[in-house]
């Protein structure tokens, strides 16, 4: 942070390490969060087996957002 402590600046941000999931391209913010979204969806559901109630649980949504995050998810994955 700046001096004060009261702002984040550019120096702040600075992010470590290597970029690989854009392939050195900035992602829109928007595609990050579905692709953290699908990907935290995916481990809580592996995680438990399949069980939505504990996979919601674990996720700190209810059983019908989890639902409702599958459908969207299913929605955006590319057809085959």
Excluded: C, H
């Amino acid at each position: 942070m700046s001096e004060d402590d009261s702002a984040v600046t550019a120096a702040d941000l600075t992010v470590k390490g290597k970029v690989s999931e854009g392939q050195g391209r900035i992602l829109p913010l928007r595609e990050v969060r579905q692709k953290a979204e699908a990907a935290a969806v995916r481990q809580a559901l592996t995680f438990t087996g399949g069980n939505i109630s504990r996979a919601a649980e674990l996720l700190g949504v209810t059983r019908p957002t989890l639902y409702d995050l599958m459908e969207r998810i299913a929605r955006r994955a590319p057809t085959k």
